[in-house]
């Protein structure tokens, strides 16, 4: 079992950065695919970064260079920034971390950019 802690949405101005973290505990050996996916009410969830047990790195086309994803290991702990946010960015931010084996999510982060 691995337990996913999201921390740091909330409500921003557009032009703004954010930090969003997600912690992991439990079984995290092996190899992963951790990352970050976003829903917003009534679309399908979308990928927006993820990140290996190698360090490899992928992240859909609309991240562009706004957002950048990293890890700390020796925290457990996935990092997502976002600069210079925009309004299409709101949505439920949700933490992923798939094993192969097993597939466990976040509860979510809302993050609104609003004026």
């Known amino acids: 079992q691995v337990q996913l802690v999201e921390s740091g949405g909330g409500l921003v101005q557009p032009g703004e950065s954010l930090r969003l973290s997600c912690a992991a505990s439990?079984?995290?050996?092996?190899?992963?695919?951790w990352g970050w996916y976003r829903q917003v009410r009534g679309n399908q969830r979308e990928m927006v970064a993820t990140?290996?047990?190698?360090?490899?790195?992928n992240a859909a086309d609309f991240v562009k260079d706004r957002f950048t994803i990293s890890r700390d290991t020796a925290k457990s702990t996935i990092v997502l920034q976002i600069n210079n946010v925009k309004p299409e960015d709101t949505a439920v931010y949700l933490c992923?971390?798939?094993?192969?084996?097993?597939?466990?999510w976040g509860q979510g982060t809302q993050f609104t950019v609003s004026s």
């Open positions: 990140i290996t047990s190698d360090g490899t790195t």
């Open positions: 439990g079984d995290t050996a092996g190899d992963y695919h």
């Open positions: 992923n971390f798939f094993t192969g084996r097993a597939d466990y």
